[in-house]
C-alpha cells in the first residue's frame, strides 16, 4: 500500500486485498466443508425415506399416511428454507447452520420418542425439517457468493451433498433399522451430527468478499431491472412453478423406491441400495451438470436435465426385473442431478448477488413442496390403483409441466440483449 495514498478507499482497498476473496483456497476450503455439512444434515430427508415400511408398520397405517411424515418434512423444510435464506442474509451462513444442526441434534431423540404417527410427523416437520433446511439452501446460495469461474461446479458441488446423503445413508440406516429397530437409530443420528457437524460449521463464519462493500451495493443496485424482458417478480414466479413440477416428478422414485421394491418382491432391502445408486449417480450428475452449465449457462442446464428426467421417468414403465430397475434408476440419477442446482446458477446470472440467499431459498422451497406432494401423492395414487404405473404417469405429466417453463424462459434469452433486456429487434 503506497504510505502517501490518503483516500478513503485505502483502507478497503487493504482489507480486501488481504482477506480471502472469490475463487479463493479458502473458497474451496469452504466448499469442502459445506459438502460435509450438506451430506451430514441431508440424513432428514433420507432417513424417513428408508424408515417408511417400519413407520407403517409400527403404527399400523396404509402406505399414502405412512408418507405422511415425508411430505411434513418436504413441506416444514421449505418453509424454514425461507426463513433460513433471509437469515443467512441479513447474519451470515454460520448462524442458521448452527441453528439447524442443534434442531437435528435435539429432533432425532424426539422423533425416537413418537407414541404415535402424528407425533412422528410433528417432530419430523418442525425440528427435522429446520435442520435439513439450515443445511441446504443457504448453503448452495452462500457457495455462489464464493465463486466466479467456476460457480457451476461450485455449487454443483454443494449441493451434490443432498445426494451423497441419499448414496450414504439408506444402507446404513436400513441395516442398523433392521438391527437395532428404527428408535434406537435415530437417538444415534442425532448424535453424530451433533459431533460431526458443529466443528464443521466453524469455517463458515467469514462473511462474502463482497457483502459489506460499496462496489457490492453499487452491481445491486445497477443490476438487471427486467430480467429477460420481464418483470423479476414474473421470472420468480416462473421459477418457482418450474421447480414445483419438476420435483413433483422427481419425488416418484426417490421416495417410493424402497417400498417399490418391497412390492415387486425383491425387499426393502434391495429398494434401499437402489436408492443409493441413484443418489450414488445424481452425485455424478450433478458435478457433470455444474461443469456444463459453466458453459452453456443456467437456463439451458435446466432445459437438458428437465428433458433427460422426463425419459428416464418413462423407463420406469417397463423395468420390473432387478437388472432393469438398477440400470434405469442409475439414468434417472444421471439424468435428473443437474436439475436443482441449475435454478441457483439461473438466480445468480439473473438478479442482484444481494438477493441470492432469500431468492435461492424461495426456489429450493418450492422444490420442496413439490417433492412433499409428489411423495404424497404417489403413495395415495398407489392405495387407489394397487400399482405405481399411474404414479409413474402422473410425474411425466408434472414434469412436462417444467420443460415447457424451461423451453419459453430459454426462447426468451436468446431474444435477450447485454443486461437481460431484450435485444430490439
Known amino acids: 500500500m503506497n504510505p502517501h495514498d490518503s483516500s478513503p478507499e485505502a483502507p478497503l482497498k487493504a482489507a480486501t486485498h488481504d482477506a480471502p476473496g472469490v475463487d479463493s483456497a ?3 476450503w469452504r466448499l469442502a466443508c459445506t459438502l460435509l ?11 424417513v425415506v428408508v424408515s417408511l415400511p417400519a413407520i407403517q408398520a409400527e403404527f399400523g397405517v396404509a402406505r399414502g399416511a405412512a408418507s405422511l411424515p ?3 418434512t418436504m413441506v416444514g423444510v421449505g418453509f424454514a428454507g425461507l426463513a433460513m435464506g433471509r437469515m443467512a442474509d441479513r447474519f451470515g451462513v454460520a448462524v442458521p447452520v448452527v441453528m439447524g444442526i442443534l434442531c437435528l441434534g435435539a429432533g432425532y431423540p424426539l422423533a425416537a420418542a413418537s407414541g404415535s404417527l402424528a407425533q412422528f410427523v410433528a417432530v419430523q416437520g418442525l425440528l427435522l425439517a429446520a435442520g435439513c433446511a439450515a443445511s441446504f439452501s443457504p448453503l448452495i446460495a452462500d457457495t455462489s457468493l464464493w465463486f466466479e469461474r467456476r460457480r457451476g461446479l461450485a455449487v454443483g458441488i454443494c449441493a451434490s451433498g443432498n445426494y ?8 446404513v440406516l436400513q441395516h442398523f433399522i433392521e438391527t437395532a429397530g428404527w ?3 435415530h437417538v444415534w443420528v442425532g448424535v453424530f451430527c451433533l459431533a460431526v457437524m458443529l466443528p464443521a460449521s466453524l469455517v463458515l463464519r467469514r462473511r462474502p468478499p463482497r457483502a459489506g462493500s460499496p462496489g457490492a451495493a453499487r ?3 445497477a443490476s438487471v431491472s427486467r430480467p429477460l424482458g420481464m418483470a423479476p417478480a414474473t421470472l420468480q414466479f416462473l421459477l418457482l412453478v418450474a421447480g414445483f413440477g419438476c420435483c413433483v416428478a422427481m419425488a416418484m422414485p426417490q421416495v417410493h423406491m424402497v417400498a417399490y421394491c418391497a412390492d415387486l418382491g425383491y425387499g426393502p432391502a434391495r429398494g434401499a441400495q437402489l436408492l443409493s445408486v441413484m443418489l450414488a449417480c445424481g452425485v455424478v450428475s450433478r458435478l457433470g451438470f455444474g461443469m456444463i452449465s459453466d458453459r452453456i449457462g443456467g437456463l439451458r442446464t435446466l432445459m437438458v436435465g428437465s428433458g433427460l428426467q422426463c425419459l428416464a421417468l418413462l423407463l420406469f414403465l417397463p423395468a420390473q426385473g432387478p437388472a432393469s430397475l438398477t440400470l434405469v434408476a442409475a439414468l434417472f440419477g444421471l439424468f435428473q442431478g443437474g436439475i436443482v442446482p441449475a435454478y441457483a446458477i439461473i438466480v445468480r446470472e439473473h438478479f442482484p448477488a444481494a438477493e441470492t440467499g432469500t431468492r435461492v431459498a424461495m426456489i429450493i422451497t418450492a422444490t420442496l413442496f413439490g417433492m412433499a406432494l409428489g411423495g404424497w401423492m404417489s403413495g395415495a395414487i398407489f392405495d387407489l390403483t394397487g400399482s405405481y404405473a399411474a404414479a409413474f404417469l402422473n410425474g411425466i405429466g408434472w414434469n412436462a409441466v417444467n420443460l415447457i417453463i424451461a423451453a419459453f424462459l430459454l426462447h426468451r434469452a436468446r431474444g435477450a440483449g447485454p443486461g437481460g433486456r431484450l435485444a430490439m429487434i
Not at 455439512?37 to 432417513?47: H, I, P
Not at 451423497?164 to 444402507?171: F, I, S
Request: charged share 5%; proline share 6%.
Open 37 to 47: 455439512l450438506v451430506t451430514c444434515g441431508g440424513v432428514g430427508m433420507w432417513s
Open 219 to 221: 452491481a445491486a443496485s
Open 70 to 72: 415425508y411430505a411434513a
Open 164 to 171: 451423497l446423503a441419499g448414496a450414504l445413508w439408506p444402507p
Open 183 to 185: 428408535r434406537q437409530t
Open 26 to 28: 479458502y473458497a474451496w
